[in-house]
């Protein structure tokens, strides 16, 4: 029998006598408590055999054949004792040493015994896998089933990453020519475009051990915790000798910090201390390797982003034309297809998809056509995957929708057409829809840009103006009080539009070339002043976007009377009316 055999017997024994020390003494307080007149009758009438007398505040007693157990205040006078021998009463004197032994030694072992079972669980946990553990297990290299061959488009990035991946199969080959691998590398870009995938297949292509985290691990309610983690994950994969660490979502614990002290965090403070200290005690013959990837580079603390810590910074961004179409004939590859379906087609359709929306996609069209019986997948079948991967499900039952709605979400709709096919007729509008959808959505208006690597001034204002076309058709139509909150989002897009050209671009006329978050602090930026500027821009755009409806009125009802008969446009249908 091991030793810790032996410590958990023990511990379980003492558990268990101080339970049965406990239910003995809860038995032996089982009594009943009557009134001292009512003992002092009792004692007149000869019915007492018993009392037990001590400095207690209760008598302890015992009636003529009755074996339950009495007790009654305690008198505490001179001559008590006296009076009951002088009435045939036993009479036995008890100090209440037993008993307070018996709960001091009960108490006693119940708080060792938890005290020990606590601590030697807690030491557990600190130990591998508990509460203040991070339990870092790798992902072998063998198991790993995702190499470069699994991720379509990135080109860059995958070039960006070869050296690395060679580095550390061979590091001695460039220790000889004086070269240092880089400490880290942080791979950022919106939501969805493949950042998981790509450290992973830097793992499989370099042939090494896969540790994952993600940046909300480390982050802790006690101080002390995250920055353990961060070196128990570093000894794991020291142990390995070759490794990739990945930690997903570093802004959790990398955010730039606070110059104030009170609003410092002391907990995320010493884990970023910790990561900064690893990463520099790496040898340059060490074939370990961090990558970390975030939504917002601009958010990390300037720290993490020097030479000698995270030293290259690719970008995983938005897949153009050709990236979205070898994405797709990726994920169509172990998929039937019918012939009619274009991957280039529902490449040009899907501008701003990222890889994950377009597996997501495809795999709604699959679920789809499994669905309806359907041994390939269609064209109609990725239609109805678009609809709802965009705006969520259609709306089967629509009894409840009155006819003025159909009308407004007619005429709202028909407005962001009209507008975008006038003001930016490089985009495609490739269908209109008055359906409603699950997700709330009353209809919507597909409008698809050109891939482009920069936005013109020219453009962002068109962008505006496209979606403010629904609240001003609405209004034209149904009049200023009329109006409905089916254009919140459309409001909302247009107001980050309009903050960051006046804020962040250096196009409005008035403020400048100048960043205002950059010149004045986040903090003392004159909010005031952004509000009145963003507020007068959008009221000018706003009237020229009504003006442009008001000069072609009667294209807006036609198309507003196609929707109200057909529910749903397509690209050469709603391109007829501006013949």
């Known amino acids: 029998m091991t030793k810790n055999k032996y410590v958990r017997y023990g511990i379980i024994a003492l558990l268990a006598v101080a339970v049965v020390i406990g239910l003995y003494m809860n038995k032996n307080n089982s009594q009943i ?238 884990t970023l201390n910790a990561l900064l200290t690893e990463m520099s005690g790496f040898r340059d013959d060490e074939g370990i390797i961090i990558i970390a990837a975030t939504n917002r580079l601009d958010m990390l603390d300037d720290a993490l982003l020097r030479p000698g810590r995270f030293d290259r910074h690719i970008e995983v961004g938005y897949p153009d034309i050709n990236a979205r179409e070898q994405i797709i004939k990726l994920y169509l590859r172990n998929k039937p297809v019918a012939e009619d379906v274009s991957s280039t087609d529902l490449a040009k359709q899907t ?13 709604e069209a699959a679920i789809g056509a499994a669905r309806n019986n359907i041994s390939v997948i269609t064209k109609d079948d990725i239609q109805v995957a678009f609809y709802t991967v965009i705006a969520g499900k259609e709306k089967k039952d629509r009894s409840s929708i009155t006819s003025l709605d159909r009308q407004i979400t007619a005429f709202h709709e028909a407005g962001h057409a009209l507008v975008t096919k006038l003001v930016a007729p490089d985009n495609s509008v490739t269908k209109v829809t008055i359906i409603p959808s699950t997700k709330g959505a009353g209809g919507f208006s597909m409008n698809i840009p050109k891939d482009k690597m920069y936005l013109t001034k020219k453009e962002i204002l068109s962008q505006i103006k496209i979606n403010l076309a629904g609240r001003a058709a609405e209004e034209i139509v149904f009049g200023s009080e009329n109006v409905t909150t089916g254009a919140s989002n459309d409001i909302e897009k247009a107001s980050e539009y309009i903050k960051n050209y006046i804020m962040k671009y250096g196009m409005d006329e008035e403020v400048g070339l100048i960043n205002l978050g950059v010149i004045m602090g986040q903090d003392r930026v004159d909010n005031q002043m952004i509000l009145d500027k963003c507020s007068e821009k959008i009221k000018e755009l706003y009237e020229d ?19 109200l008969e057909k529910e749903t446009l397509e690209e050469l249908e709603i391109a007829s009316f501006f013949h």
């Open 351 to 363: 501008v701003y998809f990222t890889g994950a929306m377009l597996e997501n996609l495809l795999n």
């Open 33 to 270: 408590d009557i009134e001292y007149t009512n003992f002092l009758t009792l004692m007149d009438e000869k019915q007492i055999e018993e009392v037990q007398i001590s400095n207690e505040s209760k008598l302890k007693f015992k009636r003529v054949e009755d074996e339950t157990k009495y007790v009654t205040d305690n008198p505490r006078i001179e001559g008590l004792k006296e009076k009951l021998l002088l009435n045939g009463i036993k009479v036995t004197e008890n100090s209440g040493s037993s008993m307070y032994m018996l709960q001091y030694i009960s108490s006693t072992l119940l708080f060792v015994g938890l005290f020990v079972f606590i601590f030697r669980s807690a030491k557990k946990q600190g130990a591998g896998g508990g509460m203040m553990s991070l339990s870092a297990k790798p992902v072998e290299a063998d198991t790993l089933t995702q190499g470069f061959s699994n991720i379509a488009g990135n080109i860059e990035a995958k070039e960006q990453v070869q050296d690395v991946i060679d580095f550390i199969k061979e590091p001695d080959k460039y220790v000889k020519m004086g070269a240092r691998m880089p400490k880290g590398i942080i791979l950022y870009g919106p939501p969805g475009t493949g950042k998981t995938l790509m450290a992973k297949a830097i793992a499989k292509e370099a042939n090494v051990a896969f540790f994952s985290v993600s940046g909300s691990d480390f982050v802790q309610l006690y101080v002390g915790v995250g920055a353990g983690r961060v070196r128990e994950i570093f000894t794991e994969a020291r142990k390995h000798k070759k490794a990739v660490i990945f930690i997903d979502e570093i802004d959790a614990i990398g955010k730039k910090r606070s110059h104030n002290a009170a609003n410092s965090n002391d907990e995320k403070d010493q």
């Open 545 to 563: 976007t009504k003006k442009i409806i008001n000069e072609n009125r009667s294209i807006l009802d036609n198309l507003t009377e196609s929707l």
